[in-house]
């Protein structure tokens, strides 16, 4: 009897364990079919998720009706980010429901939906989502409308230091047809002078129309600027299915001159959302993709507001609300008349220019050039402008204001500067140099530095700047000795982070921060061997001529940083600045100086050519130049400004240069 009821006992173990074994599997495989259904859903995969439905399901709604449904809410949300937590699964009836939260970035914001339940139900083996609409959005029945209504905030502008509007958000015009009056008659000759107006090509027009299979449909061709010449010659003509709109778009003032620095948006991508998937970014965001634009993208940005409801009848159920938010402006110190000018003057040559007030350290104009319209960004672009990126290849793609330069001749200040706080020159005793060519001794092999010309006659610092003296800087660099050269660039800012709003490239002295022999040390001397600065790096330089000695803190947006102070204190030794500015001034103001074609009568002007040298070795012949004016006012010190241009060797090296910048300061100082 014992083991009768032994046995008994054990069976009764036995079917327990296996049916909660069987339990627990039903359980595990709901669950994956629930995992496989929400993936999906994350990934937007509707068509997979319809796979995974009930019979039952399939039979309320289609396939095509599922994903359009799914595509239309979720999309008009703006929905990304999306996660789907599961709660703790209950039996129902013949299914296991699971309760789960949808949470997700959206119009409205940032939205956590809870009250979903999903129903797993067993069909032929397999677990399937028994579907309904409430598994769009909580609360929905059949019957419901899920609407979206937009609340657009405004992007801040882009200012200048006046004021002036260089981006915002504005109006654009849409060129575009109305296929069903466009196609009746003539429409090869229209599509023939749409494409000449707008300088497109036909091709462009016919793709766009035959992707359109709506006759009814407003088909757009292209954004254009309402102020736009082109459009003249297609206004009126709707009776020839030819229509213009308006469209609320960020329109940029400034031209050519301002588009590598402003910049331009453009539509948020995948990665660049799954970067930010944190911010509040959508799927419909715009975002900064270059220049100011991208730099100052989160005090810019505006927040579009949002609602998501379910329309019920004439009852009105909010999912989700938040409102719109407008972004910050931006003034920057940027002086709207001088940019343009620095860039007119150089006429898509490939170069940098910045300028800077030397008492203030705010940048006045900062240009890279070629450039680009940023409005070609938010419009479109024409035949003309693909034919000149393709000229140019693409040069307009390069920003070169932020780039790092071998700085030549123009270094040749810094040298001066240390090797007369150094005690290693003075300004009237001069070095004995004979020839065109020296080296310190036979350790140095064949290897000499050179320089252009013989002065036959001792070289004191005034000659060596007014003639640009190679050997007299080589010389004085290796009397001031490496560390100590290194650390008198750095009184310059040079080899240091540079704190600026905009992000630079860094200066160097060399490529690991050491100057480990005498042949670099005594390149370094006149600006070449490893040095890289930036046309920002050198200005400052220059501005502490204007500013008894000392180098401020170069300042851009004055609306966030609008404290000056001081950055290199003392960068010149006062009691060496007046002999400083006489020696820069001679290159400009005494006949014979190299940069003589840059004086200005009435104007007090010091500054320096340089020439650098992009080669191989000493003795390459294949090698360019690039060609370098920085020059300072003295008089009033309202101007610090460095050009440099690429590739000046058959155009009069640094000389191609000294024209430009005139030009720019006669008309900015008269």
């Known amino acids: 009897m014992k083991n009768y009821k032994k046995m008994i006992i054990s069976l009764s173990v036995v079917l327990?364990?296996?049916?909660?074994?069987?339990?627990?599997?039903?359980?595990?495989?709901?669950?994956?079919a629930f995992d496989n259904y929400k993936q999906k859903w994350i990934e937007k995969d509707y068509k997979g998720m319809y796979e995974i439905l009930s019979a039952e399901s399939k039979g309320k709604i289609t396939e095509e009706e599922f994903v359009n449904r799914f595509s239309n809410i979720y999309g008009a949300m703006g929905a990304s980010n999306m996660e789907i937590t599961d709660g703790e699964s209950e039996k129902g009836d013949n299914a296991l429901v699971i309760p789960f939260t949808l949470s997700m970035n959206t119009v409205a914001g940032k939205v956590e939906l809870k009250?979903?339940?999903?129903?797993?139900?067993?069909?032929?083996?397999?677990?399937?989502?028994?579907?309904?609409?409430?598994?769009?959005?909580?609360?929905?029945?059949?019957?419901?409308?899920?609407?979206?209504?937009?609340?657009?905030?405004?992007?801040?502008?882009?200012?200048?230091?006046?004021?002036?509007?260089l981006a915002e958000d504005g109006k654009l015009n849409i060129v575009g047809i109305h296929p069903s009056v466009f196609n009746k008659e003539d429409k090869e000759k229209r599509i023939k002078e749409m494409a000449d107006a707008l300088d497109i090509s036909e091709e462009t027009i016919n793709k766009k129309l035959d992707a359109n299979s709506n006759p009814e449909h407003f088909v757009e061709i292209v954004k254009i600027l309402p102020?736009?010449?082109?459009?003249?010659?297609?206004?009126?003509?709707?009776?020839?299915?030819?229509?213009?709109?308006?469209?609320?778009?960020?329109?940029?003032?400034?031209?050519?001159?301002?588009?590598?620095?402003?910049?331009?948006?453009?539509?948020?991508?995948?990665?660049?959302?799954?970067?930010?998937?944190?911010?509040?970014?959508?799927?419909?965001?715009?975002?900064?993709?270059?220049?100011?634009?991208?730099?100052?993208?989160?005090?810019?940005?505006?927040?579009?507001?949002?609602?998501?409801?379910?329309?019920r009848g004439n009852e009105k159920i909010s999912v989700a609300k938040e409102e719109a938010k407008n972004g910050q402006d931006i003034k920057l110190s940027i002086d709207s008349k001088l940019q343009k000018k620095v860039y007119d003057e150089m006429n898509g040559e490939k170069g940098a220019s910045t300028a800077v007030n030397p008492k203030t350290g705010e940048v006045l104009a900062m240009v890279s050039s070629p450039s680009y319209d940023s409005n070609m960004f938010t419009t479109y672009m024409t035949k003309t402008q693909?034919?000149?990126?393709?000229?140019?290849?693409?040069?307009?793609?390069?920003?070169?204001?932020?780039?790092?330069?071998?700085?030549?001749?123009?270094?040749?200040?810094?040298?001066?500067?240390?090797?007369l706080r150094d005690g290693k020159i003075k300004v009237n005793d001069a070095k004995e140099i004979k020839g065109t060519g020296w080296q310190k001794d036979s350790t140095w092999g064949d290897y000499k530095v050179t320089r252009v010309s013989d002065t036959k006659g001792p070289v004191n610092l005034i000659d060596a700047v007014k003639y640009s003296d190679n050997i007299y800087f080589a010389q004085t660099a290796v009397d001031i000795g490496a560390q100590n050269f290194i650390d008198g660039a750095k009184r310059f800012g040079i080899s240091e982070k540079l704190e600026f709003e905009y992000p630079m490239e860094d200066s160097k002295v060399s490529n690991d921060g050491t100057i480990k022999d005498e042949i670099a040390l005594a390149d370094s001397g006149y600006g070449q061997g490893q040095i890289l600065v930036t046309p920002l790096?050198?200005?400052?330089?220059?501005?502490?001529?204007?500013?008894?000695?000392?180098?401020?803190?170069?300042?851009?947006?004055?609306?966030?940083?609008?404290?000056?102070?001081?950055?290199?204190?003392?960068?010149?030794?006062?009691?060496?600045?007046?002999?400083?500015?006489?020696?820069?001034?001679?290159?400009?103001?005494?006949?014979?100086g190299t940069a003589n074609d840059a004086r200005i009568n009435g104007l007090s002007i010091a500054g320096k050519t340089g020439t650098a040298e992009i080669k191989q070795s000493q003795d390459d012949k294949n090698g360019t130049e690039n060609g370098w004016f920085v020059a300072v006012d003295t008089g009033n010190s309202k101007i610090a400004i460095s050009m440099i241009l690429e590739d000046v060797k058959d155009k009069g090296g640094s000389h191609a240069v000294t024209p430009k910048v005139k030009n720019v300061l006669q008309s900015y100082l008269k």
């Open 16 to 32: 327990g364990i296996s049916l909660f074994i069987v339990g627990c599997s039903g359980t595990n495989k709901a669950k994956e």
């Open 115 to 165: 009250d979903f339940k999903a129903e797993m139900v067993k069909e032929d083996k397999e677990y399937r989502v028994n579907w309904n609409d409430n598994l769009i959005l909580p609360n929905m029945v059949e019957g419901d409308k899920v609407r979206v209504e937009t609340f657009s905030g405004k992007r801040g502008k882009i200012l200048d230091k006046d004021g002036k509007v």
């Open 227 to 311: 102020s736009d010449s082109k459009l003249k010659k297609l206004e009126n003509r709707e009776e020839e299915g030819i229509l213009i709109r308006s469209t609320n778009s960020r329109v940029y003032n400034g031209g050519e001159a301002f588009g590598r620095l402003v910049g331009y948006i453009g539509a948020i991508t995948a990665e660049e959302l799954e970067n930010m998937k944190d911010k509040g970014y959508t799927s419909n965001s715009v975002i900064g993709k270059s220049g100011l634009e991208q730099v100052y993208e989160d005090t810019l940005r505006k927040t579009n507001g949002g609602e998501i409801y379910i329309e």
């Open 386 to 419: 693909k034919k000149y990126l393709e000229d140019t290849k693409n040069a307009s793609e390069i920003n070169r204001f932020n780039r790092v330069y071998s700085p030549g001749s123009t270094f040749k200040l810094i040298t001066a500067a240390n090797g």
């Open 537 to 592: 790096n050198m200005a400052l330089a220059y501005s502490a001529l204007g500013n008894d000695g000392n180098i401020m803190q170069p300042r851009l947006v004055t609306s966030i940083n609008n404290k000056e102070k001081v950055w290199k204190e003392s960068a010149i030794d006062k009691k060496y600045l007046n002999d400083l500015i006489k020696a820069f001034k001679a290159p400009i103001e005494e006949s014979g």
